[in-house]
């Protein structure tokens, strides 16, 4: 089974993980597919938190990818952020 997850990076104390696209039998850091984002939790003002490719990431749950609960989470935030971006981008052109 292939699975979305997140693979931790960074220093002791100081989290940064992949997305990757992975099978399900390999450990959390070792070999994966595909890399379609990051998230950094430790973001502060204009570091950019979340990177997420989300037409890889459809791609893969159409061929039976399982993402994981906090993946979901990080990609419907995602999505929330974009959209609001887009309507403050909107909101400053009128």
């Known amino acids: 089974m292939v699975v979305i997850r997140l693979s931790r990076a960074g220093s002791k104390k100081r989290p940064y993980y ?14 994966f597919i595909e890399r379609i ?25 159409r061929q039976g990818a399982q993402a994981s609960d906090r993946v979901k989470k990080i990609a419907k935030d995602h999505a929330k952020a974009q959209a609001a971006s887009v309507i403050e981008a909107d909101g400053a052109a009128a």
């Open 18 to 31: 992949h997305i990757t696209v992975a099978d399900k039998r390999v450990s959390r850091d070792g070999r």
């Open 37 to 61: 984002g990051f998230y950094n939790p430790n973001a502060r003002g204009a570091e950019e938190g979340t990177r997420l490719d989300v037409e890889r990431m459809e791609y893969w749950v």
